[in-house]
Nanobody
């Protein structure tokens, strides 16, 4: 079983950049790793995903062109580089993994808070 721990959140100003990390431990192979976010009072939103080899990247419409997902398999870590942050990017960011090839995201981290001030 894989465990996921996010880090890198914080308070930034609009236009700033921030990089989130998702470190995996345990059984670290996953078919996909993704990032989701949830703003207070809103539904969880898909942000980005990447496959086990570093390809297959896909982004939510609201972050395309501003966020980049990548991974370093030697470090068992997936990153989310966020640029040109906006106040509407504020929320708890969760890392998630697909551990069964034909399954959905089934393993989740505890989340890290990102707050973007205007």
């Amino acid at each position: 079983q894989v465990q996921l721990v996010e880090s890198g959140g914080g308070l930034v100003q609009a236009g700033d950049s921030l990089r989130l990390s998702c470190a995996a431990s345990g059984r670290t192979f996953t078919w996909y790793t993704g990032w989701f976010r949830q703003a207070e009072g809103k539904a969880r939103e898909f942000v980005a995903r990447i496959n086990w080899s570093g390809g297959g990247t896909y982004y939510g419409d609201s972050v395309k062109g501003r966020f980049t997902i990548s991974r370093d398999n030697a470090k068992n870590t997936v990153y989310l580089q966020m640029s040109n942050l906006k106040p509407e990017d504020t929320g708890v960011y969760y890392c998630a993994a697909v551990t069964i090839m034909t399954g959905d995201f089934d393993t989740w981290g505890q989340g890290t808070q990102v707050t973007v001030s205007s």
